[in-house]
């Protein structure tokens, strides 16, 4: 009873934070732009941007964790909002960001595996100010809810470095 209490508000938090973020911070990315990039870490593969104006969409597909020995894919999706941003002076600023998302994670080979998770990724971006490309590190805490295509609850965490091509 009290995994699922815990479930329940960490599962509230995360869907109603980013909805008061939305009225005091403005995105990352200018309206209507896309990133297309790298993205390295617990889900290495493709990394995407869409700038929504108030929040950006963050998308990452590829390999979990380099796993090819059984193949595992997984791809998450999160909104992100900017809610500080460090001033480094001529030019140098670093936004920090704070989202809710989910991450999926399949297994193929002997046994189908799947998995799903609610993840707050928090994270610091620089952009260039001469040539279109963004560098991130984000750290996503979160909450498993199914694990092997089982219903699980327990702890989950996702990591990622990428580079994205501003377009």
Known sequence: MKKRLVLVALIALCLVA????????????????VGLGLNLGTNTGVGFR????????????????FKLNPLTLS???????NVYTIDGGKNLQFPITVG???KTGFRFGDNFGFDLSV?????????FSNVPITLYLRLAPGVQLFKN???????DFAGYVGALWNF
Do not use: C, H, R
């Open 149 to 155: 295509t089982d219903f699980k609850v327990g702890f």
């Open 100 to 102: 809710a998302g989910v």
């Open 50 to 65: 869409y700038g929504m104006g108030d929040f950006d969409i963050l998308a990452n597909i590829g390999l979990n964790l």
């Open 75 to 81: 791809g998450d999706v999160a909104a992100s909002y």
């Open 119 to 127: 993840l707050v990724p928090v994270g610091i971006e620089y952009t």
């Open 18 to 33: 980013p909805v008061f973020a939305a009225d005091n911070y403005s995105g990352v990315a200018k309206k209507d732009s």
